[in-house]
T-cell receptor
């Protein structure tokens, strides 16, 4: 199984809502990533987890809260987002120290 | 932060022609990778070239790396309409924890 599964595929949320994005992989990868991608732009790294520990936070606002409950799962908790946070959120995984990454299909988030 | 800069930003060719995309980066790297993205969905890993390699082939793909010029090129030979997508180079900075930084991308359109 070489898939990274992201749910939901689409999400519309209000600025006062709390929602979560989920990501799952069963490739035994111990590095997992969240990227944000705006239209016609490259993916921008948000968070990196290595062995279930947060190793990189690229100065992401606290309204985004990542969680890695186990080696197969990665969540991104969303609270009090702004319309400018509307984007495609991509999850990826890889072996630690080997950066060929496998990406999920993304969650297209719209904040209204 | 953004590492790679792709050139051109957009490329339109006829089926059967070759497509060449270039990428420049700024820092020392461990390796450079190329990814493909269809219609703003997930990214698919195409090929990885290590910093001590100069050229690599995979099927119709040929990648070159010139670390002295901090540049790479991706050649797709005998292009097909199905190759229509955005192509991104990505680098992991030497000494980093292996997180990928993506370039701006080249949007390739292959006309039947």
């Amino acid at each position: 199984d070489t898939e990274v599964t992201q749910t939901p595929k689409h999400l519309v949320m209000g600025m006062t809502n709390k929602k979560s994005l989920k990501c799952e992989q069963h490739m035994g990868h111990r590095a997992m990533y969240w990227y944000k991608q705006k239209a016609k732009k490259p993916p921008e790294l948000m968070f990196v987890y290595s062995y279930e520990k947060l190793s990189i936070n690229e100065s992401v606002p606290s309204r985004f809260s990542p969680e890695c409950p186990n080696s197969s799962l990665l969540n991104l908790h969303l609270h009090a987002l702004q319309p400018e946070d509307s984007a495609l959120y991509l999850c990826a995984s890889s072996q630690v120290g080997w950066t060929e990454a496998f990406f999920g299909q993304g969650t297209r988030l719209t904040v209204v | 932060s953004q590492q790679g800069e792709e050139d051109p930003q957009a490329l339109s060719i006829q089926e059967g022609e070759n497509a060449t995309m270039n990428c420049s980066y700024k820092t020392s790297i461990n390796n450079l990778q190329w990814y493909r993205q269809n219609s703003g969905r997930g990214l698919v890993h195409l090929i990885l070239i290590r910093s001590n390699e100069r050229e690599k082939h995979s099927g119709r793909l040929r990648v070159t790396l010139d670390t002295s010029k901090k540049s790479s090129s991706l050649l797709i030979t005998a292009s097909r309409a199905a190759d229509t997508a955005s192509y991104f180079c990505a680098t992991d900075e030497a000494g980093s924890q292996g997180n990928l930084i993506f370039g701006k991308g080249t949007k390739l359109s292959v006309k039947p």
